[in-house]
C-alpha cells in the first residue's frame, strides 16, 4: 500500500519556474532516500537529483545551480525546485522512493510521472 504520487508539471516558457511535489503514503518505517528521475521521449531515464537520509544530495551536472531538492520529513514529501528552465528539460519527471516497509521490507516505489514541457 506505499505510494508516491507527484504534482506540480505543467507547461512553461523558457527561462520560468515549476515546482514538484512528491508525497509518499502508506506503512512507512523510515525512508532512506527520494529522488527525481526523467525521462525524454526516445532516451533512458535519468537521475535529475536525490535525497539520502542524512540530507545529503547530488545532481545531474546539467541542472546543478538551476534545480534545487529539498524535503519535509514529517509530510514524508519532497520537492524539486525548478529555475531557468530549458527545452532541453522537457520530460515526464518521475518521483523514486527507497522505503523501509513492514516487517523492514526494503521497498523501491516509483510515481505515475508528471510531464514537464518547456517551450521555446
Known amino acids: 500500500q506505499v505510494q508516491v504520487v507527484e504534482s506540480g508539471g505543467g507547461l512553461v516558457q523558457a527561462g520560468g519556474s515549476l515546482r514538484l511535489s512528491c508525497a509518499a503514503s502508506g506503512s512507512i518505517l523510515s525512508i532512506n532516500g527520494m529522488g527525481w528521475y526523467r525521462q525524454a521521449p526516445g532516451k533512458q531515464r535519468e537521475l535529475v537529483a536525490r535525497?539520502?537520509?542524512?540530507?545529503?544530495?547530488n545532481y545531474a551536472d546539467s541542472v546543478k545551480d538551476r534545480f534545487s531538492i529539498s524535503r519535509d520529513n514529517a509530510k514524508n514529501t519532497v520537492y524539486l525546485q525548478m529555475n531557468t528552465l530549458k527545452p532541453e528539460d522537457t520530460a515526464v519527471y518521475y518521483c523514486n522512493a527507497n522505503i523501509l516497509g513492514p516487517w523492514n521490507r526494503k521497498l523501491e516505489v516509483w510515481g505515475q510521472g508528471t510531464l514537464v514541457t518547456v517551450s521555446s
Open positions: 535525497i539520502v537520509k542524512d540530507g545529503s544530495t
